[in-house]
């Protein structure tokens, strides 16, 4: 079993930045695949940033946020540059290994001015 926690979410204007944790627990960190997701209102939850042997980004966020992990600290980043209204939303981490398939309850991040 993993337990992941969310945080760092925020209201922030837009263009501006934030910094989103996932601390992992209970398992061995560094053997999964963790990816962001996020969900805006009335929308279905959309897939951002995976890392595992590669990282990769939603078209949506190319060249804005950069998705990393410190396997010392248990900890998967979601660093988030030139924020845009459309980025508010939920963001969710998970986590992947084989058929195992974890979900934090998410933090929210408002991009508003």
């Known amino acids: 079993q993993m337990q992941l926690v969310e945080s760092g979410g925020d209201l922030v204007q837009p263009g501006g930045s934030l910094r989103l944790s996932c601390a992992a627990s209970?398992?061995?960190?560094?053997?999964?695949?963790l990816h962001w997701y996020r969900q805006a209102p009335g929308k279905q939850r959309e897939w951002v940033a995976t890392?595992?042997?590669?990282?990769n980004y939603a078209d949506s966020v190319e060249g804005r946020f950069t998705i990393s992990r410190d396997n010392a600290k248990n900890t998967a980043y979601l660093q988030m540059n030139s924020l845009k209204l459309e980025d508010t939303a939920v963001y969710y981490c998970?986590?992947?290994?084989?058929?195992?398939?974890?979900w934090g309850k998410g933090t929210q991040v408002t991009v508003a001015s």
């Open positions: 209970g398992s061995i960190f560094s053997t999964y695949t």
């Open positions: 998970n986590a992947r290994r084989y058929d195992e398939n974890y």
């Open positions: 890392i595992g042997r590669a990282t």
